[in-house]
């Protein structure tokens, strides 16, 4: 009995040493998938910056182009690009401008919106003078 007492005191004992290495990402996640949110007082800031890092770590790498068909299966997108020529450059940022003029649709919004504000003012307009002529 005092075999199984020792053991388990000495199981208890490790727990708080094997847990400490474990990945903070991994424990925030938990925390957060049982909350639906992180408790701020949880972990402290650099348990939390290390998280953080973890996931602009990954989003960096999918900006980079990581995720895409060319970077999971190579050998499908050499089928697709004649030898020898090199890929277009990625953009500097997801939010860099392009040289692309505007969608069709914002272009079409644009001119009823043009059309709305002028008769809008010529309705202004008429109803000031039929004012006047009273």
């Given at each position: 009995m005092?075999?199984?007492?020792a053991?388990?005191a000495l199981?208890l004992?490790l727990?708080?040493?094997?847990?400490?290495g474990?990945?903070?990402?991994?424990?925030?996640?938990?925390v957060?998938?049982?909350?639906?949110?992180i408790?701020?007082?949880r972990?402290?800031?650099?348990?939390l910056?290390?998280?953080?890092?973890q996931?602009?770590?990954?989003?960096t790498?999918r900006?980079g182009?990581a995720?895409?068909?060319?970077a999971l299966?190579?050998?499908?997108?050499?089928?697709?690009?004649?030898?020898?020529?090199?890929?277009p450059?990625l953009?500097s940022?997801?939010?860099?401008?392009?040289?692309?003029?505007?969608?069709?649709p914002?272009?079409?919004?644009?001119?009823?919106?043009?059309i709305v504000a002028v008769?809008?003012?010529?309705?202004?307009?008429?109803?000031d003078?039929?004012?006047?002529?009273?």
């Amino acid at each position: 009995m005092r075999r199984l007492a020792a053991a388990a005191a000495l199981a208890l004992a490790l727990l708080p040493a094997a847990t400490a290495g474990a990945n903070v990402y991994t424990d925030v996640l938990h925390v957060y998938q049982l909350n639906g949110s992180i408790p701020p007082c949880r972990f402290s800031s650099p348990q939390l910056s290390a998280a953080l890092k973890q996931i602009q770590n990954a989003l960096t790498a999918r900006a980079g182009g990581a995720c895409s068909a060319a970077a999971l299966h190579p050998s499908s997108s050499a089928l697709h690009a004649p030898a020898g020529v090199p890929a277009p450059p990625l953009p500097s940022s997801v939010t860099s401008p392009s040289d692309s003029s505007l969608p069709a649709p914002i272009l079409v919004m644009a001119a009823l919106i043009a059309i709305v504000a002028v008769v809008l003012a010529v309705r202004a307009v008429a109803a000031d003078w039929l004012r006047g002529r009273r």
